[in-house]
Protein backbone atom coordinates (compact mmCIF):
# COMPACT_ATOMS: atom_id res chain seq x y z
CA UNK A 1 0.00 0.00 0.00
CA UNK A 2 1.23 3.41 -1.16
CA UNK A 3 0.99 5.38 2.11
CA UNK A 4 2.01 9.13 2.31
CA UNK A 5 2.95 11.02 5.55
CA UNK A 6 0.21 13.16 6.44
CA UNK A 7 0.27 16.83 7.52
CA UNK A 8 -0.06 16.50 11.44
CA UNK A 9 1.37 19.94 12.42
CA UNK A 10 -2.15 21.57 12.70
CA UNK A 11 -3.98 18.38 14.13
CA UNK A 12 -5.36 17.76 17.74
CA UNK A 13 -5.28 14.73 19.14
CA UNK A 14 -7.92 13.61 18.24
CA UNK A 15 -7.57 14.48 14.41
CA UNK A 16 -4.17 13.09 14.45
CA UNK A 17 -5.69 9.47 16.17
CA UNK A 18 -8.18 9.69 13.58
CA UNK A 19 -5.69 10.03 10.40
CA UNK A 20 -3.25 7.41 11.77
CA UNK A 21 -6.51 4.93 12.86
CA UNK A 22 -7.70 5.34 9.31
CA UNK A 23 -4.50 3.56 7.70
CA UNK A 24 -3.86 1.43 10.15
CA UNK A 25 -8.02 -0.01 9.71
CA UNK A 26 -7.64 0.37 5.98
CA UNK A 27 -3.98 -1.85 6.41
CA UNK A 28 -5.51 -4.49 8.70
CA UNK A 29 -8.63 -5.10 6.27
CA UNK A 30 -6.17 -5.61 3.73
CA UNK A 31 -4.21 -8.59 5.73
CA UNK A 32 -7.17 -10.32 6.93
CA UNK A 33 -7.45 -13.58 4.47
CA UNK A 34 -10.83 -13.86 2.41
CA UNK A 35 -11.34 -16.78 1.92
CA UNK A 36 -13.00 -19.70 3.56
CA UNK A 37 -14.12 -20.82 6.51
CA UNK A 38 -15.29 -17.62 6.84
CA UNK A 39 -18.57 -18.37 9.09
CA UNK A 40 -16.18 -20.28 11.60
CA UNK A 41 -13.39 -18.45 11.58
CA UNK A 42 -12.88 -14.92 9.15
CA UNK A 43 -15.70 -13.59 9.90
CA UNK A 44 -15.12 -13.61 13.36
CA UNK A 45 -11.77 -12.78 13.17
CA UNK A 46 -12.85 -9.32 11.02
CA UNK A 47 -15.32 -8.39 13.93
CA UNK A 48 -13.10 -6.74 16.25
CA UNK A 49 -11.16 -4.92 13.85
CA UNK A 50 -14.41 -3.68 11.59
CA UNK A 51 -15.38 -2.05 15.16
CA UNK A 52 -12.69 0.39 15.31
CA UNK A 53 -11.54 1.87 18.58
CA UNK A 54 -9.31 4.61 19.28
CA UNK A 55 -6.49 3.65 17.44
CA UNK A 56 -3.80 4.90 20.78
CA UNK A 57 -1.61 1.83 20.26
CA UNK A 58 -0.42 1.50 16.48
CA UNK A 59 -0.52 5.57 16.25
CA UNK A 60 2.06 5.96 19.36
CA UNK A 61 4.03 3.55 16.85
CA UNK A 62 3.27 5.90 13.79
CA UNK A 63 4.26 9.39 15.59
CA UNK A 64 7.37 8.20 17.18
CA UNK A 65 8.60 6.70 14.08
CA UNK A 66 7.66 10.01 12.06
CA UNK A 67 9.44 11.98 15.25
CA UNK A 68 12.79 10.48 14.91
CA UNK A 69 12.69 10.96 11.38
CA UNK A 70 10.77 7.85 9.47
CA UNK A 71 8.43 7.58 7.20
CA UNK A 72 4.44 5.71 7.62
CA UNK A 73 5.48 3.80 5.02
CA UNK A 74 8.31 2.22 7.00
CA UNK A 75 6.18 2.06 10.08
CA UNK A 76 2.99 1.27 8.87
CA UNK A 77 3.38 -3.25 8.81
CA UNK A 78 4.63 -2.93 12.61
CA UNK A 79 1.70 -0.54 13.58
CA UNK A 80 -0.63 -2.90 11.80
CA UNK A 81 0.48 -5.45 13.59
CA UNK A 82 0.53 -3.64 16.94
CA UNK A 83 -3.29 -3.00 16.22
CA UNK A 84 -4.08 -6.82 15.12
CA UNK A 85 -2.63 -8.30 18.00
CA UNK A 86 -4.49 -5.60 20.31
CA UNK A 87 -7.56 -6.64 18.76
CA UNK A 88 -6.43 -10.62 19.55
CA UNK A 89 -5.77 -9.89 23.33
CA UNK A 90 -8.83 -8.30 24.03
CA UNK A 91 -10.69 -11.25 22.13
CA UNK A 92 -8.94 -13.44 24.57
CA UNK A 93 -9.42 -10.86 27.80
CA UNK A 94 -13.01 -11.15 27.02
CA UNK A 95 -13.08 -14.73 27.31
CA UNK A 96 -10.68 -14.80 30.63
CA UNK A 97 -13.32 -11.78 32.24
CA UNK A 98 -16.83 -12.72 31.18
CA UNK A 99 -16.95 -9.87 29.67
CA UNK A 100 -20.57 -9.29 27.77
CA UNK A 101 -19.82 -6.02 25.82
CA UNK A 102 -16.79 -4.81 23.85
CA UNK A 103 -16.73 -1.64 21.84
CA UNK A 104 -20.76 -1.26 22.65
CA UNK A 105 -21.49 -4.80 21.17
CA UNK A 106 -21.40 -8.44 22.03
CA UNK A 107 -18.22 -10.05 22.60
CA UNK A 108 -17.04 -12.66 20.63
CA UNK A 109 -17.59 -15.24 22.73
CA UNK A 110 -21.22 -14.22 24.18
CA UNK A 111 -22.40 -14.43 20.47
CA UNK A 112 -20.40 -17.27 18.72
CA UNK A 113 -18.98 -19.64 21.69
CA UNK A 114 -15.72 -19.29 23.73
CA UNK A 115 -14.11 -22.10 21.28
CA UNK A 116 -14.56 -20.29 18.07
CA UNK A 117 -13.93 -17.05 19.64
CA UNK A 118 -10.74 -18.47 21.44
CA UNK A 119 -9.54 -19.97 17.64
CA UNK A 120 -10.44 -16.41 15.97
CA UNK A 121 -7.51 -14.66 18.61
CA UNK A 122 -5.46 -17.24 17.86
CA UNK A 123 -5.86 -16.75 13.86
CA UNK A 124 -5.46 -12.62 14.32
CA UNK A 125 -1.99 -13.70 16.47
CA UNK A 126 -0.72 -15.19 13.47
CA UNK A 127 -1.94 -12.64 11.01
CA UNK A 128 -0.18 -9.75 12.59
CA UNK A 129 3.28 -12.31 12.68
CA UNK A 130 3.36 -11.77 9.51
CA UNK A 131 3.12 -8.53 9.36
CA UNK A 132 5.86 -8.10 11.43
CA UNK A 133 7.76 -10.70 9.03
CA UNK A 134 6.50 -8.30 6.43
CA UNK A 135 9.57 -5.86 8.10
CA UNK A 136 12.20 -7.73 5.99
CA UNK A 137 11.36 -5.84 2.98
CA UNK A 138 10.50 -2.92 4.31
CA UNK A 139 13.17 -2.67 6.59
CA UNK A 140 16.38 -5.11 5.92
CA UNK A 141 17.27 -8.69 7.77
CA UNK A 142 19.32 -6.57 10.70
CA UNK A 143 16.42 -3.56 11.59
CA UNK A 144 13.53 -6.65 11.29
CA UNK A 145 14.79 -8.84 13.52
CA UNK A 146 15.29 -6.41 16.39
CA UNK A 147 11.67 -5.20 16.07
CA UNK A 148 10.71 -8.96 15.93
CA UNK A 149 12.17 -9.23 19.41
CA UNK A 150 10.31 -6.40 20.73
CA UNK A 151 7.52 -7.90 19.83
CA UNK A 152 8.61 -11.30 21.53
CA UNK A 153 9.27 -9.28 24.48
CA UNK A 154 5.94 -7.10 24.52
CA UNK A 155 3.86 -10.50 24.55
CA UNK A 156 5.98 -11.94 27.11
CA UNK A 157 5.27 -9.16 29.58
CA UNK A 158 1.76 -8.58 28.61
CA UNK A 159 1.11 -12.48 29.74
CA UNK A 160 2.81 -11.92 32.91
CA UNK A 161 0.95 -8.97 33.80
CA UNK A 162 -2.64 -10.71 32.87
CA UNK A 163 -1.65 -13.96 34.80
CA UNK A 164 -1.03 -11.41 37.93
CA UNK A 165 -4.29 -9.73 37.77
CA UNK A 166 -5.78 -13.40 37.24
CA UNK A 167 -3.83 -14.85 40.02
CA UNK A 168 -5.27 -12.32 42.31
CA UNK A 169 -8.73 -12.59 41.15
CA UNK A 170 -8.54 -16.64 41.72
CA UNK A 171 -6.40 -16.88 44.57
CA UNK A 172 -8.31 -13.67 46.21
CA UNK A 173 -5.55 -12.10 47.05
CA UNK A 174 -6.52 -9.05 49.17
CA UNK A 175 -2.74 -7.69 50.80
CA UNK A 176 -2.03 -5.02 48.10
CA UNK A 177 -0.59 -2.16 47.29
CA UNK A 178 -0.70 0.84 45.19
CA UNK A 179 3.33 -0.19 43.88
CA UNK A 180 1.72 -3.92 43.37
CA UNK A 181 -1.01 -2.45 41.05
CA UNK A 182 1.57 -0.22 39.28
CA UNK A 183 3.79 -3.36 38.98
CA UNK A 184 1.23 -5.48 37.44
CA UNK A 185 -0.19 -2.45 35.20
CA UNK A 186 3.28 -1.81 33.96
CA UNK A 187 3.31 -5.59 32.59
CA UNK A 188 -0.25 -6.05 31.46
CA UNK A 189 -1.18 -2.07 30.11
CA UNK A 190 1.87 -0.17 30.17
CA UNK A 191 4.05 -2.30 27.73
CA UNK A 192 1.78 -3.07 25.39
CA UNK A 193 0.02 -0.62 25.06
CA UNK A 194 2.72 2.59 25.73
CA UNK A 195 6.04 1.36 25.45
CA UNK A 196 6.33 -1.40 23.04
CA UNK A 197 4.53 1.09 20.22
CA UNK A 198 6.90 4.05 21.10
CA UNK A 199 9.91 1.60 21.59
CA UNK A 200 9.02 0.22 17.93
CA UNK A 201 8.64 3.67 16.64
CA UNK A 202 11.92 4.92 17.66
CA UNK A 203 13.33 1.88 16.43
CA UNK A 204 12.73 1.94 12.84
CA UNK A 205 12.53 6.42 12.77
CA UNK A 206 16.01 6.04 13.94
CA UNK A 207 17.04 2.87 12.26
CA UNK A 208 18.69 1.90 15.64
CA UNK A 209 20.95 4.39 16.64
CA UNK A 210 18.69 6.14 19.44
CA UNK A 211 18.38 4.69 23.07
CA UNK A 212 15.51 2.75 24.19
CA UNK A 213 15.24 2.85 27.35
CA UNK A 214 14.73 6.44 28.23
CA UNK A 215 11.45 5.59 26.12
CA UNK A 216 10.22 2.81 29.05
CA UNK A 217 9.51 5.68 31.95
CA UNK A 218 7.70 8.21 29.76
CA UNK A 219 5.98 4.81 28.42
CA UNK A 220 5.23 3.48 31.97
CA UNK A 221 3.41 6.76 32.97
CA UNK A 222 1.75 7.50 29.72
CA UNK A 223 0.20 3.58 30.24
CA UNK A 224 -0.23 4.16 33.77
CA UNK A 225 -2.29 7.46 33.16
CA UNK A 226 -4.42 5.43 30.64
CA UNK A 227 -5.44 2.43 32.69
CA UNK A 228 -5.78 4.28 35.89
CA UNK A 229 -8.27 6.01 33.63
CA UNK A 230 -9.77 3.45 32.20
CA UNK A 231 -10.64 1.59 35.56
CA UNK A 232 -12.18 4.94 36.57
CA UNK A 233 -14.61 5.13 33.69
CA UNK A 234 -14.91 1.18 34.27
CA UNK A 235 -16.82 2.47 37.71
CA UNK A 236 -18.20 6.34 36.52
CA UNK A 237 -18.19 6.44 33.05
CA UNK A 238 -21.19 6.23 31.04
CA UNK A 239 -21.77 2.86 29.28
CA UNK A 240 -22.91 3.89 25.67
CA UNK A 241 -19.66 5.94 25.53
CA UNK A 242 -17.20 3.71 27.00
CA UNK A 243 -18.89 0.35 25.22
CA UNK A 244 -18.14 -2.34 27.94
CA UNK A 245 -20.46 -2.87 30.79
CA UNK A 246 -19.97 0.00 33.72
CA UNK A 247 -18.85 -1.99 37.06
CA UNK A 248 -17.73 -4.80 35.26
CA UNK A 249 -14.31 -4.53 37.02
CA UNK A 250 -15.98 -5.12 40.31
CA UNK A 251 -18.22 -7.83 39.31
CA UNK A 252 -15.03 -9.62 38.02
CA UNK A 253 -13.07 -8.62 41.10
CA UNK A 254 -10.32 -6.94 39.48
CA UNK A 255 -7.49 -5.12 42.09
CA UNK A 256 -7.67 -1.91 40.64
CA UNK A 257 -6.31 1.16 42.38
CA UNK A 258 -9.55 1.83 43.96
CA UNK A 259 -10.50 -1.03 45.65
CA UNK A 260 -6.97 -1.27 46.81
CA UNK A 261 -7.87 2.03 48.89
CA UNK A 262 -10.91 0.93 50.07
CA UNK A 263 -9.63 -2.33 51.18
CA UNK A 264 -6.66 -0.04 52.93
CA UNK A 265 -8.83 2.75 54.57
CA UNK A 266 -12.36 1.55 55.00
CA UNK A 267 -13.46 1.00 58.40
CA UNK A 268 -13.87 -2.78 60.27
CA UNK A 269 -17.32 -3.05 58.63
CA UNK A 270 -17.68 -1.88 55.76
CA UNK A 271 -14.01 -3.60 55.12
CA UNK A 272 -15.24 -6.94 56.03
CA UNK A 273 -18.62 -6.33 53.22
CA UNK A 274 -15.70 -5.77 50.73
CA UNK A 275 -14.14 -9.23 51.69
CA UNK A 276 -16.92 -11.12 52.08
CA UNK A 277 -18.14 -10.04 48.13
CA UNK A 278 -14.52 -10.62 46.79
CA UNK A 279 -14.49 -14.30 48.32
CA UNK A 280 -17.20 -15.38 46.30
CA UNK A 281 -17.33 -17.10 42.57
CA UNK A 282 -18.18 -14.23 40.54
CA UNK A 283 -21.66 -16.12 39.03
CA UNK A 284 -22.92 -14.96 42.87
CA UNK A 285 -22.34 -11.45 42.73
CA UNK A 286 -24.92 -9.19 41.71
CA UNK A 287 -24.92 -5.66 40.00
CA UNK A 288 -27.05 -4.38 43.11
CA UNK A 289 -23.85 -5.49 45.45
CA UNK A 290 -21.23 -3.70 42.94
CA UNK A 291 -22.92 -0.90 42.97
CA UNK A 292 -23.31 -0.84 46.83
CA UNK A 293 -18.77 -1.36 47.08
CA UNK A 294 -18.57 1.71 44.58
CA UNK A 295 -20.71 3.72 47.13
CA UNK A 296 -18.46 2.53 49.58
CA UNK A 297 -15.51 3.64 47.42
CA UNK A 298 -16.89 6.81 46.74
CA UNK A 299 -17.55 7.24 51.01
CA UNK A 300 -14.24 6.34 51.44
CA UNK A 301 -12.38 9.02 48.62
CA UNK A 302 -11.40 6.06 46.68
CA UNK A 303 -12.12 7.76 43.48
CA UNK A 304 -10.92 11.09 44.08
CA UNK A 305 -7.74 8.94 45.40
CA UNK A 306 -7.26 7.52 42.20
CA UNK A 307 -7.92 10.78 40.37
CA UNK A 308 -5.01 12.82 41.91
CA UNK A 309 -2.57 9.52 41.55
CA UNK A 310 -3.50 9.49 37.80
CA UNK A 311 -3.10 13.29 37.45
CA UNK A 312 0.81 12.65 39.56
CA UNK A 313 1.65 9.39 37.15
CA UNK A 314 0.59 12.17 34.24
CA UNK A 315 2.86 14.73 35.52
CA UNK A 316 5.60 12.23 35.76
CA UNK A 317 4.99 11.61 32.28
CA UNK A 318 5.21 15.13 31.51
CA UNK A 319 8.40 15.59 33.34
CA UNK A 320 10.00 12.64 31.30
CA UNK A 321 8.93 13.30 28.06
CA UNK A 322 11.97 15.50 26.67
CA UNK A 323 14.01 13.15 28.27
CA UNK A 324 12.63 10.21 26.14
CA UNK A 325 12.68 11.85 22.97
CA UNK A 326 15.17 14.70 23.02
CA UNK A 327 14.57 18.43 21.79
CA UNK A 328 15.15 17.29 18.38
CA UNK A 329 12.32 15.03 18.13
CA UNK A 330 10.14 16.58 20.93
CA UNK A 331 9.47 19.98 18.60
CA UNK A 332 8.01 17.76 15.43
CA UNK A 333 4.61 17.81 14.98
CA UNK A 334 3.99 14.12 16.37
CA UNK A 335 6.27 14.84 19.18
CA UNK A 336 3.76 17.52 19.80
CA UNK A 337 0.82 14.81 19.42
CA UNK A 338 2.74 12.59 21.62
CA UNK A 339 2.93 15.12 24.63
CA UNK A 340 -0.52 15.86 23.91
CA UNK A 341 -1.65 12.37 24.79
CA UNK A 342 -0.54 12.67 28.55
CA UNK A 343 -3.53 15.11 29.12
CA UNK A 344 -5.46 12.99 26.61
CA UNK A 345 -5.52 9.62 28.71
CA UNK A 346 -6.59 11.18 31.73
CA UNK A 347 -9.92 13.44 30.11
CA UNK A 348 -10.85 10.63 27.80
CA UNK A 349 -14.51 9.32 28.04
CA UNK A 350 -14.28 5.93 26.05
Known amino acids: MNVANPDTSRSSVGETLLTYGALVQRAMQE???????????????????????????????????????????????????????HNAFLIHDDIEDESELRRGRATLHSAHGPALALNAGDA????????????????????????AHEFVV?????????ATELGWIRDNILD???????????RKTCWYTTVHPIRVGALIGSWGSVSLEPLVRFGFHLGAAFQIQDDLLNLCG???????????????GKR????????????????????????????????????????????????????????GIAYEAEASFERA??????????????????????????
Open 124 to 147: LFAIAQRCVHANLDVLGPRLARRV
Open 256 to 311: TLMLIHVLQTAGSADRADVVAYLGRARSSRSLPEAQQIRDLMVAAGSIEFARAFAR
Open 31 to 85: SLPQHEPRAWLYDLVSAYPARAGKAIRPSLCLASCRAFGGSIAEALPSATAIELM
Open 154 to 162: MVQHATEGQ
Open 238 to 252: DEECYGKEILGDLLE
Open 176 to 186: LTPDDYLDMVM
Open 325 to 350: FGARAAATPDGEFLRGLIHYMLDRTS
